[in-house]
């Protein structure tokens, strides 16, 4: 595997339902993000990990909930989501956190769909 | 806040035809800018980025944007559009201090290609 690989892809869960994104960087990175892609809106950050520990949380709901155990991998997991939680989720990778001219490296990303 | 503009969520060219797509920011110091392009089913791919070392910035796949501060503006070109340009093109802003740059994306704006 190469890059930021993320599964599953696609994900259906009901609203009392407790699931979990995984993501997995192979580019040796120091630092990881997850990213919420709704139609018609800008990528909104949830988070940011930077070695392990989270350096940023954009007032994301409490049902998301992020765990970094090592900085190659990245979960979020899912509980007691809302129908407007559906979106594809982005994990993203970059050598560190906060740089200016960091370029990030995006996973293809989780497809959820919240019933 | 610094923030971005993408006008026009959905440009059609035909292809060989010229591919222009546009960015605004607003920020009250140089901006850091860059260009993704984010395919079908795949995660976001850095095309190029504005560092302030030159205003005309060369990306991949033969795109490149340029930086006019007198206009605010970052659009993106490419000279001949090719059926496999097709796919959702971002801009974004980095924003920050030292050490705690994120980005701020725009809403992103859909390339369609005709034959």
């Known amino acids: 595997e190469t890059g930021v690989t993320q599964t599953p892809r696609h994900l259906v869960m009901g609203m009392t339902n407790k699931k979990s994104l995984k993501c997995e960087q192979h580019l040796g990175h120091n630092a990881m993000y997850w990213y919420k892609q709704s139609a018609k809106k800008p990528l909104e950050l949830m988070f940011v990990y930077s070695l392990e520990e989270r350096v940023e949380n954009n007032s994301v709901p409490s049902r998301f909930s992020p765990e970094c155990p090592n900085s190659s991998h990245l979960f979020l997991h899912l509980h007691t989501l809302q129908p407007e939680d559906s979106a594809l989720y982005l994990c993203?990778?970059?050598?560190?956190?906060?740089?200016?001219?960091?370029?990030?490296?995006f996973g293809p990303g989780t497809r959820l769909t919240v019933l | 806040a610094q923030s971005v503009t993408q006008l026009g969520s959905h440009v059609s060219v035909s292809e060989g035809a010229l591919v222009l797509l546009r960015c605004n920011y607003s920020s009250s110091v140089p901006p850091y800018l860059f260009w993704y392009v984010q395919y079908p089913n795949q995660g976001l791919q850095l095309l190029l980025k504005y560092t302030s070392a030159a205003t005309l910035v060369k990306g991949i796949n033969g795109f490149e944007a340029e930086f006019k501060k007198s206009e605010t503006s970052f659009h993106l070109t490419k000279p001949s559009a090719h059926m496999s340009d097709a796919a959702e093109y971002f801009c974004?802003?980095?924003?920050?201090?030292?050490?705690?740059?994120?980005?701020?994306f725009g809403t992103g704006t859909r390339l369609k290609v005709l034959a």
């Open positions: 993203a990778s970059s050598q560190q956190a906060g740089g200016a001219y960091n370029e990030q490296f």
């Open positions: 974004a802003v980095s924003e920050g201090t030292s050490g705690t740059y994120k980005y701020i």
